[in-house]
């Protein structure tokens, strides 16, 4: 197994959308003083992801751009045998995951308030057993699309990292980013897409925690598309 580049190496890299919203309350905003200190992952240590965590798991779980982390908690609460690490630059939806870690003693829970291109850049190759990039930003603007997170850099990140068999879950309910996100995938060709209905895109599957946004997207009649894609 090859590690990637420290975090010297990392170059720094832009990130598209707000930091921050309506100000913290003062727990929030203790709690971003004191545990995401304590939670945060070291890029720079030598065993990674391991060391991100105050104790060894079974398999590690990455999500990209958790948003106000429910589904990341959910999940963290149905594998507690699963390290999870969650990458958010907007500090609001990080003082919601770092309430509820605190309030429930969540110890596989990590957090990168920051951009998940860096952490992916220091991933172990064959370190992860699923990532989750749900209700990505579409950026729906042609001029904007080099923004969307489904791109050629990224699925070559993502597939380094997933160990044989891993799998990448994707959520949208933009039609038009699903089907931008499928033709990147068949130009990567290292994605396995494994379906026989329709019922498996457009259905979540029995265990999916589901997230404030996507709540909100089907009450407005939105349709979700739910990819399931396996590291070939």
Known sequence: M???????????????????GHRLHKKQTRLVADLLPQVSPDLASSERPRAWFGKTFSSYALEIGFGG???LAARAAQQPDCGFIGCEPFINGVAKLLTVIADEGRDNIAVYQDDARNLLDV????????????????WPKTRHHKRRFVNAENLAAMHRVLRPKGEFFLASDIADYINWSLIQIKRHNGFDWPVSCADDWGVPPPDWPGTRYEAKALAAGRKASYLRLIKS
């Open 2 to 20: 090859t590690d990637a580049p420290s975090d010297k190496r990392v170059n720094r890299r832009l990130i598209y959308g707000r930091r921050q």
């Open 69 to 71: 982390g429910e589904h």
């Open 123 to 138: 991933l172990p190759d064959e370190s992860l057993a699923a990532i989750y990039l749900l209700y990505p930003d579409p």
